[in-house]
């Protein structure tokens, strides 16, 4: 086969070449745009100082998620806005109510008005045509079951 040839040269000028860890912008000339933030290193070591302002505003908070260290001075992130959710959970007995007792809760079901079930987005063409097949389907395979157990019967009594 043939010999593989590296050239030393080549490499050298790959290493100028640095890359924001964000947007993956490269720069050739120099690193004046581009800042080592954090405690990173490697390809990992830069960025530009608008990408990572971003990145915190984005997440929260000011801590590298690679080196778990703090950006350096000068970065900050908004404050988080906490929403409470004012929910009742009940854990006791069965969450579900039957039906009687659910007409007679309901003051519009006393008075005789129809309603709109809870199961509307159910009850469209669509949806129905698609339970009318399944259970077309499900009868014809109960059938063929019974044809074929009937077909094993009979064969068993034929050969004894």
């Known amino acids: 086969m043939g010999d593989v040839v590296l050239l030393v ?16 912008e490269e720069e050739f000339e120099s690193f004046k745009s581009l800042e080592a933030p954090c405690a990173c290193s490697g390809t990992v070591k830069f960025a530009h100082r608008d990408c990572i302002q971003r990145w915190c505003n984005e997440k929260g908070n000011t801590t590298c998620e690679i080196c778990l260290q703090k950006f350096e001075p000068g970065y900050t992130a908004p404050a ?18 039957p039906r009687r007792e659910r007409a007679l809760q309901n003051p519009a079901m006393e008075e005789g008005q129809m309603l709109e079930t809870d199961y509307s987005e159910c009850s469209s063409a669509p949806d129905q045509s698609a339970a009318c097949c399944r259970t077309i389907t499900l009868i014809f395979t109960a059938l063929m079951l019974e044809r074929h157990l009937f077909a094993v019967i009979v064969q068993r009594n034929r050969s004894e």
């Open 9 to 24: 040269e080549d490499l050298k000028s790959f290493s100028a070449i640095s890359s924001c860890r964000i947007c993956h």
């Open 80 to 97: 988080k806005n906490s929403q409470l959710v004012d929910a009742v959970v009940t854990i006791r007995g069965s969450l579900e109510v």
